[in-house]
């Protein structure tokens, strides 16, 4: 399958195959040789139970000091309706961390007690597993508004608007401010890329390659602060306390994150136009795993799609106007009980994800209904049904990511690791410019096997903020080299939950891409994201830039 997948590629013209493209090639005929993600969960699984019964066996530990929650008072609450327990006074809106140190061993999986989990936690592990929830929520929303054409019609309006060179940008664009929505980026900005490519006839899985750079690869860029930035800089502070230092706020590196969305729009889109599209040749629509959903969509009479437009356009407004009354009035629901915030750990940045669903089905139920597609309820329950029946797939490979993540984090295998190597690093003895790249490349493997923000964070920051600021480097500083470590690979590793959904997202428009495939599609990408990110913290601190408004890049 793989060989077949490269040998159909589009030849250079001039018959000869650069040193990149054979290499791509090498990585995609590799990683197609990787099994049905599936069974390679599977493996890994197996994989993890073994090794961790090894480790224990060989009293394998590392003590470390770690950001923890702090615990905070709850009250069981007993709701007849919903026959189950609740817990008042809990919240992840306000998370606040303490340093403690903590003896971490790794704990073998063949032990009574790993046995226990491995029997007892398997229907626990895939409920609480948000990525799923995630899904289910943000699809219903995108297959209302698909089922309906309004996607299309988006589509055919942005192609009409926009020229053709700058649509590749505007995707990369949206997909670095979808940071502020959860995940929805994944599963709503990615496929749109693709139909909106292949719209204008250009090569679909380009398009995904530009939303999935944007979303994934720039993650921790942004032109506004994230709720995941507030959990973050909430644990630097915490470090920062170790060393008896003043607090950051959450804008500490804004001017550095701000330039990094608008450098790293750019590169992507350089290397998508450049790289991605050239290598993938032209399309073929018989490449396609699904035809009805690769196809461009069929033309609607343009009368009956503008007023399509202006219903959900009207029904939009609508949204965000209950969204507005319950967010802007003092004492607003979706504002901070306590400090009447509306940007960080909030009811408003909490609802994003669903917020974001009703601006797609609320309008696609309002198009369908202008155009004749949903004549009764029973049409739109129908479409997000039939979003929902495509998901089978998808549904069981979540299952099994969950469990293996769910038998890693119990083993603690990733934080013996992650710890390790900080503390290598850490007492390397090395200057400060040299020790922020190692640093920076450390984030970088790590990230192959903890894609999670946070959980690294917790690791480091406690070891390499006190570090930094003993030579002269400021905490905003350290927390600006991990933004740079963080995202990029997050495109190439299979750990990432969502790294399967793009694969299958893919094959609807190229039935043989496999994980390989994707790999070397987003493998420039991450690269050079990678060096121009980096090359662009080394010039800043250089320079001497403020990475904030009152937050120098250096002390002193």
């Known amino acids: 399958m793989a060989a077949e997948a490269v040998a159909n590629k589009k030849p250079p013209a001039d018959g000869q195959s ?45 003590t470390e000091e770690i950001a923890v929650p702090v615990p905070v008072s709850a009250t069981p609450d007993f709701y007849e309706d919903l026959a189950q327990y609740t817990l008042s006074g809990t919240s992840n809106q306000d998370i606040h961390f303490e340093i403690q140190e903590q003896t971490i061993p790794v ?38 508004a698909e089922v309906a054409g309004l996607m299309a019609a988006l589509i055919r309006k942005l192609v009409k608007v926009a020229p053709r060179s700058l649509i590749v940008y505007l995707i990369v664009l949206v997909g670095v401010l979808s940071s502020v929505a959860s995940d929805a980026g994944y599963l ?19 398009g995904l390659a530009a939303g999935f750079g944007g979303v994934a690869a720039a993650f921790m860029a942004n032109l506004v602060p994230t709720p995941t ?51 993938l040749g032209k399309y073929d629509p018989a490449d396609a795993g699904e035809p009805e959903q690769a196809a461009a969509a069929d033309e609607v009479d343009p009368e009956l799609e503008a007023r399509g437009l ?28 306590e400090t009447g915030a509306i940007i960080g750990q909030t009811p408003f940045m909490s609802s994003m994800l669903f917020i974001v669903m009703l601006c797609f089905f609320v309008p696609g139920v309002a198009y369908g209904s202008a155009i004749g597609k949903y004549n009764s309820a029973n049409d739109v329950i129908a479409a997000v049904v039939k979003t929902f029946a495509g998901l089978g797939g998808l549904i069981f490979m979540l299952l099994m990511i969950s ?60 070891i390499f903020v006190p570090l930094f600021i003993r030579l002269g480097v400021p905490a905003q500083t350290v927390f600006a080299a991990y933004r740079v470590g963080d995202s990029p690979v997050n495109t190439l590793t299979p ?33 050079v994201v990678l060096v121009a990110w980096l090359a662009m913290f080394i010039l800043w601190f250089i320079l001497g830039i403020p990475l904030g408004p009152g937050y120098p890049v250096r002390i002193g």
């Open 18 to 62: 650069s040193l990149m493209d054979k290499l791509l090639d090498a990585v995609e005929r590799i990683g197609n040789k990787v099994p049905h993600p599936v069974l390679m969960f599977s493996y890994l699984i197996v994989g993890v139970i073994l090794l961790s019964a090894i480790l224990a066996l060989l009293n394998v530990s590392v």
């Open 107 to 144: 704990k073998s999986l063949l032990s009574i007690d790993g046995i226990r989990f491995l029997f007892t936690s398997f229907v626990v592990n895939f409920q609480g597993f948000g990525a799923l929830a995630v899904t289910l929520i943000a699809m219903m929303g995108a297959g209302a």
């Open 188 to 206: 709503i900005l990615i496929p749109l890329g693709a139909a909106a490519f292949l719209a204008v006839g250009r090569h679909p899985v380009a």
């Open 229 to 279: 930035d507030a959990m973050l800089f909430e644990i630097t502070n915490e470090a920062i306390g170790l060393v008896g230092g003043t607090s950051i706020s959450i804008t500490a590196d804004y001017f550095f994150q701000a330039a990094s969305a608008i450098l790293l729009t750019v590169v992507i889109g350089f290397v998508i136009v450049h790289v991605v599209e050239p290598r």
């Open 310 to 337: 202006r219903r959900a356009g009207l029904a939009f407004l609508v949204v965000i106007g209950v969204v507005l009354l319950a967010t802007l009035p003092p004492g607003a629901p979706l504002r901070d009980p």
């Open 403 to 462: 469990q293996f993540i769910a038998y890693f984090n119990y083993s603690n295998i990733p934080s013996v690791i992650a710890t390790a190597l900080a503390d290598w690093l850490g007492h390397a003895g090395i200057p400060a410019i040299p020790l922020l790249i190692g640093f920076i490349l450390v984030i970088v493997v790590l990230d192959f096997i903890i894609p999670g923000t946070l959980a690294k964070w917790a690791i480091f920051a406690p």
């Open 495 to 527: 750990l990432m939950v969502y790294f399967p959904v793009i694969v299958i997202f893919a094959q609807r428009y190229q039935k043989k891409s496999g994980v390989g495939s994707l790999v070397a599609l987003m493998l420039p990408i991450a690269a």
